[in-house]
């Protein structure tokens, strides 16, 4: 049961923000805007970030539904989405994207663990200032999004098919519930 | 040196702000909201939680910042600084313990807010309400750290720019400057 009381029966994050829409709003505008929104990175690249980190945080709501959408916005390569999640360093994702992994796992523990080695091994493999800029980003805002759903003890689904179908939706954008009536 | 090219004049979060406006409208909103909106907590005893938070997370910016803030609400310097030391001890109340509690949970991961730390809050008079602006309050602050220290962003070279900043906090808000920061260039 979560902390709070929260609709019942609604999953992670859409309760906590159904229960309060006025930071709600803010929440949502946040995701569409880092995961949808003008960035230099494919939207399946961001979504696996977050996938990636709120694995690494241990939230299994977050981790779920974000791979969920990553693999649904990589389409034939959907493997790589669990390739990444058991075993980032030996995937088959780009040198590149890994580099980029690598710091978001550095935000993850925390800020300071980001070193100047890792930010100039990125960008030997080509990532660009926003990239990296975006990759931070992404990364700090899901060790805020995956402590908001497990702080307050949301409802967790175990069903893979639940994630599945929240992939397909999350693709389309991230909107705000309707308020409960 | 921070790791992309940031405005030297805009030290800690403000650089990456003004470098990244898009991302920074909602996150900015979602701050004014949680710290400055209608709340049954005081602006600083907001602030509180935003220092206890940054502390644990080793964002010297952050942390002598939103100190500063809650310092110039408080109108006294002893309250925050007792509570980066042990709050159990600070001289607040029970509720705000409990609360300052839950904040330092989150901090460390959202599955170590126990059952028992929600219900110590809940006995101490705490409402749903208050203790889901906690937990945010404290979420969003792991956000900031990272981002502030993730991107290697630079402390002000001079200590009175976090005076100027709080007063900015305190009197203006969360919000950016209408007139954006130039003026900040010397």
Redesign the interface.
Known sequence: MA???VPEGVPGIRS?VM??P??GK??Y??AQ??LR??SPLSQADRELIAAYVSKR???FFCMSSHAAAARCLYEGDEALVDEVLRDMERSSVSDKLKALLH?AG??QV?????T?GD?SAARDLGAT?KE??DT??I???F???????????SLTPTDPEVYKEMGKHMVKGYNLPPKQA | MP???LESHLPGITG?LE??K??A???R??TQ??LR?PSSLTEAERELIATVVSHG???TFCTTAHTAAADLLAGEAITAQKVKENIETAPVSEKMKALLH?AA???Q???S?S?EA?ARAKSAGAT??E???T??I???F???????????TALPADPAYYGVLAERLVNHGYTRLPQGYEHLKK
């Open positions: 902390h709070i009381q906590l229960f309060r006025e930071t803010y929440l505008d946040l805007e880092l929104g003008d945080n241990d939230c710091i550095k935000v925390l800020g300071k663990e980001v100047e930010i200032d990296l800029h931070v980003l990364a700090a805002a060790c805020m999004f995956n402590r908001y759903v497990d702080g307050l003890a | 790791h992309i090219p990456l470098y990244s898009a991302t409208q909602p996150i909103d979602l909201f949680l909106g997370n080793e964002c839950i949970l989150t901090r991961s959202g599955k807010v059952e929600i749903d309400v203790i889901h602006d937990v945010l404290a979420a969003l792991c956000l900031y750290n990272r981002y502030v220290d993730g991107m290697g």
